[in-house]
């Protein structure tokens, strides 16, 4: 059995639907940083860029990777992963929550502002209010508000 009060957030994300979560994209992403360096991709994409000048930007093509990789949350946020310093996870533990949900000002709370306008965090909340912790996941909401 999953444990889901282990992926619920402090905020009322689900840990598992971040992408800087996504196992197999930082998988991939690690697999083709080691293979374009074994190749040496960087003296072909040079010698392309001869023909093609999109190839000129290799360089930044690799720092985006680089970027990317770095998005990576190697441990959830109840275990002190996503943000470092996060306002939210420093105000449910001042008020002994176990999160957002048990605090009556959830709707109105401006910490949570930024993060109502990319996911379902009210919906959410709401959810894990109803039916606990350990019983939402199946009703969360769209994670990111594109998909
Ligand atoms: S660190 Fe903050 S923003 Fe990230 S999931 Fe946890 S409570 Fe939410
Ligand atoms: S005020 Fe309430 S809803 Fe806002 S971050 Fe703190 S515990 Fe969460």
Redesign the pocket.
Same mark, same amino acid.
């Given at each position: 059995m999953i444990n889901h009060e282990k992926y619920t957030a402090y905020c009322g994300l689900y840990c598992l639907d971040c992408i800087p979560s996504n196992k197999k994209l930082f998988n991939i992403l690690n697999e083709l940083e080691n293979l374009l360096e074994e190749i040496k991709f960087d003296k072909y994409a040079e010698l392309k860029s001869k023909t093609n000048e999109k190839f000129n930007d290799y360089s930044k093509f690799v720092e985006v990777l680089n970027e990317m990789k770095k998005l990576e949350c190697v441990a959830l946020c109840t275990e002190g992963g996503c943000k470092k310093n996060c306002k939210?996870r420093e %105000?449910?533990k001042e008020?002994n +929550?176990q999160g %957002?949900w048990e605090?009556k000002? +959830?709707k109105e %709370?401006e !910490? !949570?502002d930024y993060l109502k306008g990319i996911h379902s965090i009210e919906h959410n909340l709401e959810m894990i209010r109803k039916y606990g912790v350990n019983n939402w996941a199946d009703k969360r909401g769209k994670h990111y508000n594109w998909l």
């Amino acid at each position: 059995m999953i444990n889901h009060e282990k992926y619920t957030a402090y905020c009322g994300l689900y840990c598992l639907d971040c992408i800087p979560s996504n196992k197999k994209l930082f998988n991939i992403l690690n697999e083709l940083e080691n293979l374009l360096e074994e190749i040496k991709f960087d003296k072909y994409a040079e010698l392309k860029s001869k023909t093609n000048e999109k190839f000129n930007d290799y360089s930044k093509f690799v720092e985006v990777l680089n970027e990317m990789k770095k998005l990576e949350c190697v441990a959830l946020c109840t275990e002190g992963g996503c943000k470092k310093n996060c306002k939210i996870r420093e %105000c449910v533990k001042e008020k002994n +929550f176990q999160g %957002c949900w048990e605090c009556k000002e +959830f709707k109105e %709370c401006e !910490l !949570l502002d930024y993060l109502k306008g990319i996911h379902s965090i009210e919906h959410n909340l709401e959810m894990i209010r109803k039916y606990g912790v350990n019983n939402w996941a199946d009703k969360r909401g769209k994670h990111y508000n594109w998909l």
